[in-house]
């Protein structure tokens, strides 16, 4: 399984105001209904949760074309993480 290679790409932020967290989830169903994207999830990934380094994180949006955010789990907090990264992790769980 895919693993977070270095400090940088998985970032720790600030809990976003709820109209954000709104608009990062609405960005990333816009952005995954777009035919030619980044990655290569579907917006039916939106909500997955899935293990990564030992802890459950949940995805709930993006940030940008190349960064989504997750929260984990156990604690609440809040991440960004490389889509390229994401992509491996959440679509090999289906293989």
């Known amino acids: 399984m895919p ?14 105001s709820d109209s954000m967290l709104s608009y990062y989830s609405n960005l990333f169903k816009r952005n995954q209904s ?16 899935f293990i990564m380094e030992g802890n459950e994180y949940t995805l709930i949006g993006t940030v940008d074309s190349k960064n989504n955010m997750l929260i984990k789990s156990s604690d609440d907090r809040y991440f960004f993480v490389h889509s390229d990264i994401l992509d491996s992790i959440i679509l090999s769980e289906g293989d």
């Open 34 to 49: 777009k035919w030619m994207r980044r990655s290569k999830m579907e917006s039916s990934h939106l909500g997955t949760s």
């Open 3 to 16: 693993q977070v290679q270095k400090k940088g790409d998985i970032r720790e932020v600030k809990k976003p």
